[in-house]
Each structure stands twice: as structure tokens, then as C-alpha cells.
């Protein structure tokens, strides 16, 4: 498959297309990376360097993309950390570039805002493009709970209130939506739990909650959750395809005390995950 990936880059370590787009490749397709920002590292460490490219540029990038006649064959856009609403609008003129080009292609939005314990971490505006323009216009979402909490207004206190949360955000357009970092009471201490919902149902995959803090991890499952989904088309097999895949990264990344989650090192559990995680219905 062809995968058009418009989200932000890091020299050093993995995140947004730094983390999204090698483990696609290493599944066998194809990613047309194209940077909203080009910074030194991620901006977690407090200090880093580099530019925010502008919607115009990304705008060119497309463009350009579209000349080579390409277009036809792009089964579908990823888009992450935008910047700004400006570069968002770019990113939804990709989309619609795409789309007539090719009716058959998705769209998978990560829809960056914030986290639990943070709060919103993007500029202003962000959250309200996200909420009001990218969620009606993409085919699958993958929120984190801070984010499936503000895209539907709906507090998430159970398992039971992330499956209608999620059922109001399919309800605006989305056919897919994988929630991450979800923890209700239902979740016991020692785990974490991923929430996947199509047509076919919801579901609900528990891993181990391991010792670390990185960046990047929600780059790569909102990646590997879009291309499973393309190609078994099953929200349920691509729960249990990516959520293991990111738990042997992670497990790795904790393994040897790595400040950055370890994508190239731990590159075999993109493949071939050490454990194969199986998701319940809920």
C-alpha cells in the first residue's frame, strides 16, 4: 500500500513521521513522508531546534506529489501533530486531493491536543480544528482518553462511558476509532488498555503497564493500527496487531532504559510481535 504521511519530524529520536512511518515500511508499504516541522528532538527535553514549515509549504509538497500522477494509487493519509490550524487545513486539502483522486482511500486522523495530567499541549485553535473540521472528515480517529474526552464532551468513567464517547465521535462521521492510553476503573494498576470500535463491535485489549515515559508510542500505534485496519479491514485484528506490536517496543525501549522508544533496535515486533495480545469484546 501507499501511505501519504503528514505529521512532524525529529532528527534525533523517534517521533510524529520518525516514528510513523519506519514501522509502515517495515510492514512492506510505501510512505510519502512529508514534515510539518523539521526539529533536532522532540520538544519534551525541554530545548530543541529547527523549523515549523507553513501550510503553503506543505501545500507545495502535495502538490508536487500530484504531479508525478501518483495520486490514484495512495490508499490512504495519516496526519499527526499539525502546528497549527493553518497546516491542518493544508492537510485536509491533501485529503480531499486524495480522495478525487482515488474514492477509495481513507483518511486516519491522530488528533494531538493533550494528554491526562497535562492538559491540552498544542496551540490555540488546535483543539477546536480538531473537534470542528478534522473529525468529521476522517475515516478513522485515534484518540488518547484526554482527547476522546474533549472531542465528545463525554467524561470517561467507565469502560461502559468510552464505548458510547467513541459511539458519539463514529456518530459524526469516523467508521473507526482506537482509543489509547485508556485507564477506568475497570482497569486494574499493574495494566493499560487499548479500546478499538468499528461496525463490527468494540473491543478492548489489556497489556502490562510498564515503568517508563517516552515519547513517539502514539505515533506509531495510530500508524500500525491504520495499515492492519487497510488490510485486514477488521478494527479487531488491527487492535491486536498493532497493540502488541507497540507493547514489544515498549517493553524493549523499558528493557534497556532508553530515554527514546527503541523503533529501529526493536524493529522484528513490527513484524512479528514476541507476544500476540488477543482483544475481548465489550
Not at 69 to 97: F, K, Q, T, W
Not at 182 to 197: G, K, N, Q, S
Not at 201 to 217: D, I, Y
Not at 244 to 252: D, E
Amino acid at each position: 500500500m501507499n501511505i501519504l504521511s503528514i505529521q512532524s519530524h525529529v532528527a534525533y529520536g523517534h517521533v510524529g513521521n520518525a516514528s510513523a512511518a519506519f514501522p509502515m515500511q517495515r510492514l512492506g508499504h510505501e510512505v510519502w513522508a512529508i514534515n510539518t516541522v523539521q526539529f533536532s528532538n522532540h520538544t519534551g527535553y525541554g530545548a530543541w531546534r529547527g523549523p515549523v514549515f507553513p501550510a503553503d509549504a506543505i501545500r507545495e509538497v502535495v502538490t508536487g506529489v500530484e504531479e508525478r500522477g501518483v495520486l490514484p494509487s495512495c490508499d490512504g493519509v495519516l496526519s499527526g501533530y499539525m502546528g497549527d490550524a493553518a497546516i491542518g487545513e493544508a492537510i485536509l486539502d491533501a485529503v480531499g486531493r486524495v480522495r478525487a483522486a482515488n474514492p477509495e482511500a481513507l483518511y486516519c486522523c491522530d488528533p494531538v491536543i493533550g494528554d491526562v495530567g497535562r492538559g491540552v499541549f498544542v496551540r490555540p485553535g488546535i483543539p477546536e480544528f480538531m473537534r470542528d473540521r478534522a473529525l468529521p472528515a476522517a475515516d478513522v480517529v485515534t484518540p488518547n482518553q484526554f482527547e476522546l474526552e474533549y472531542l465528545t464532551g463525554v467524561t470517561v468513567g467507565s469502560l461502559g462511558a468510552a464505548v458510547a464517547a467513541v459511539e458519539a465521535m463514529r456518530a459524526r462521521g469516523p467508521k473507526a476509532v482506537l482509543v489509547t492510553s485508556l485507564r477506568t476503573p475497570e482497569t486494574p494498576e499493574d495494566a493499560i488498555d487499548l479500546l478499538a470500535v468499528d461496525g463490527e463491535g468494540a473491543f478492548r485489549l489489556r497489556t502490562p503497564l510498564l515503568p517508563l515515559s517516552v515519547n513517539g508510542a502514539g505515533d506509531a500505534i495510530a500508524a500500525l493500527f491504520f495499515v492492519h485496519l487497510l488490510t485486514t479491514g477488521s478494527a479487531a485484528q488491527a487492535l491486536s496487531l498493532a497493540g502488541s506490536s507497540v507493547y514489544g517496543l515498549l517493553r524493549a525501549t523499558s528493557d534497556a532504559g532508553s530515554r527514546e522508544i527503541l523503533t529501529i533496535a526493536a524493529q522484528e515486533e513490527f513484524v512479528r510481535p514476541t507476544r500476540l495480545f488477543q482483544p475481548e469484546r465489550v
